[in-house]
Structure formats: structure tokens, C-alpha cells
């Protein structure tokens, strides 16, 4: 039994708005389409925790459906969207991170166990093939703030009384736990020079996994990338001077200890100047569209289009 449905003139009104009557999980830059929305003191506040720590992975909770759905929410044909869906480089990674989490959960396993809704297979969803949006955290996370972030929808009643709480609790502690220890995935490790000074920005990604805007190391050097056990070819590069790559094999069972450790040292001294304190990061406009005027211009392959979305008037994520 739901305390407020769906039908209530209450339903959005006194959900999901802030004070200036603002969809927060529409108010954050977006990579495909522009986002005229203007920024809300909340949302501001979420990008600058983001930029004052390095978050590595994270999850947003939300009722009204049960499914652990990844990025991206919009998207281009680039991204997949002629083919009903929008994925990531990353997608491997997502589709297990999601899967960790739904596969624990008992219910949201199903796929099905909310009534008149979508089913899910195996519990998970693409975001995008869901139903696209923009300006969500999702999005913005993944490609602005270098994290790891999925949608949790936990409960079919958007919501739900307090006494389901206990319920809640028993059947997501298990998800949430082993979701967390995720963030043991992959590679770490830092970026020095020659005098072992760690650099800051330089640009650490897997070569067959470039991200729009590159993924880059912290004011202490350091770097985290979630990648599934296999072999890669890490690219580690200070801009304006040079590459460093190296093979990686990530072997199984990395998760459950620590993500392997693999440490760069670049055979110069790094300008004093370089030793910036925060993170350099691309400027909030809808990358993939800025992409493809570049690429134009520089007669490159690559070619975006732009896709008009329509939301689904069935939950909002
Ligand atoms: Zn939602």
C-alpha cells in the first residue's frame, strides 16, 4: 500500500521538486542536448563535493520500480541509440555493477515483481533504453566527476509507509554491502616524475576505453580505474609531453581484496606550476555535440548527430 500514488495532484509536487519548484535530477549539465534548466543551490552543492574528493563509484536511490539501471541516460547514435540503447566504454563494468547489486536483492532479481511495470531482465536496465532523459546525476557523474554511478529503483511504491522499512533494510543490506566493495575493482596507483613528485591531471585511461572527458589523476597524483578482470593496455599521458603505456592482467577474484596497483613514472621533472591542487575537467557542455564540430574540422571519422528524447510518462527517474 502506497502513502501517496501516483494519481495524487501531491505526487510530484511534493516529491521530487526543490523549493524553486526544480527536478533535481534534471538540473545537472549534460553531455548530449544542452540543459537550459539554471542551476539550483542543491545541485551546485552535489558538483562541488564532487570536485573536493575523488569519489570513485556511487549509487542514487529512487522508489516507484525495482532495477538497478546504468548509464547513460541520453544519449547519441554514437552511444547506441539507433539500436534502442545508449552505453558507456565502460559498459562491461556497468552492466556487472548493476548486476552485483540486483542479483542480492531478491525481489528486484526478478525482473518482473512490480505489477504494470516494465520487465527487467535479470533485475538490470540500460538507462537510455528505459527511457532517456537529461540533466541527470548519472550522466554527469560518469562524465564529469571520473565515478562509477547507477540509479537504484528499490521499492515499487514510490512511497512507501515507514513500517516497510525493516523490509527495505533486509532486502537491500546485502546488495548495498557488496556493491560498495566494488570500488575494489580494477587498477590503481599514482603518477610520479622523476624526482617522485606525484602529477596532478595527468590523463590515465584504457586504451579501448577513452572517455569524452578523459579520466584524470588527483592533486596527490593518484588515479582509480574500475575495469573487470582481463588484459589492457593502459595509457598514461602528461599533456604537452609524453605517454607512458603499459599491458595490464587484472587476474579474477581482484574485488574482494584490493584493486591491483599499478604505478606510473615519467622520466622528467614536473614545473612546480603543474602541482595544481585541483582536478582539471572539461567544461560543462554537451561533449559529445562539441565532439563532432571538432571532429569536422579535423576531418575525423567520428560523426555525432543530434537526437531529440522524449520521456516516458510512466516513473521518472
Ligand atoms: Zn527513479
Known amino acids: 500500500m502506497c502513502s501517496i500514488t501516483q494519481g495524487s495532484p501531491y505526487y510530484i509536487f511534493f516529491s521530487r521538486f526543490n523549493k524553486n519548484e526544480y527536478d533535481l535530477n534534471r538540473n545537472f549539465p549534460d553531455a548530449f542536448e544542452n540543459n537550459s534548466e539554471a542551476i539550483q543551490p542543491e545541485t ?3 558538483k562541488n563535493w564532487l570536485k573536493s574528493e575523488t569519489f570513485i563509484l556511487s549509487a542514487n536511490l529512487h522508489g516507484g520500480a525495482l532495477v538497478a539501471s546504468y548509464p547513460f541516460d541520453n544519449g547519441v547514435p554514437e552511444t547506441g541509440t539507433k539500436r534502442g540503447h545508449s552505453i ?3 559498459n562491461d563494468v556497468f552492466e556487472y555493477l548493476a548486476y552485483t547489486y540486483s542479483s542480492r536483492n531478491p525481489e528486484m532479481r526478478t525482473g518482473n515483481f512490480c505489477k504494470n511495470s516494465v520487465n527487467f531482465r535479470n533485475g538490470i536496465t540500460n538507462g537510455y533504453t528505459w ?12 562524465i564529469w566527476a571520473q565515478c562509477f554511478e547507477i540509479t537504484l529503483e528499490v521499492s515499487c511504491c514510490k512511497y512507501p509507509p515507514a513500517e516497510n522499512l525493516p523490509n527495505f533494510w533486509n532486502n537491500n543490506r546485502d546488495s548495498l554491502i557488496s556493491y560498495m566493495k566494488q570500488v575494489h575493482l580494477g587498477i590503481k596507483g599514482q603518477v610520479f616524475d622523476v624526482n617522485k613528485n606525484p602529477i596532478p591531471n595527468a590523463i590515465v585511461e584504457s ?10 589523476t588527483n592533486r596527490f597524483g593518484e588515479y582509480y580505474l574500475l575495469l573487470l578482470p582481463g588484459s589492457y593496455t593502459i595509457n598514461a599521458t602528461v599533456p604537452g609531453r609524453t605517454t607512458i603505456l603499459k599491458q595490464v592482467t ?10 591491483l596497483r599499478v604505478d606510473f613514472h615519467f622520466p622528467f621533472q614536473v614545473k612546480s606550476n603543474y602541482n595544481v591542487t585541483t582536478r582539471v575537467s572539461c567544461s560543462e557542455v554537451p561533449l559529445y555535440l562539441y565532439f563532432r564540430s571538432h571532429s569536422d574540422r579535423l576531418k575525423s571519422h567520428f560523426i555525432f548527430f543530434f537526437l531529440l528524447t522524449f520521456v516516458s510518462i510512466f516513473h521518472i527517474k
Do not use: F, W
Open 44 to 46: 551546485q552543492a552535489v
Open 88 to 90: 558507456t566504454p565502460d
Open 131 to 142: 527511457y532517456p532523459l537529461k540533466g541527470g546525476m548519472q550522466d554527469y557523474n560518469y
Open 207 to 216: 586504451n579501448d576505453r577513452n572517455h569524452i572527458c578523459p579520466y584524470r
Open 250 to 259: 587484472i587476474p579474477e577474484n581482484m574485488q574482494n581484496s584490493s584493486a
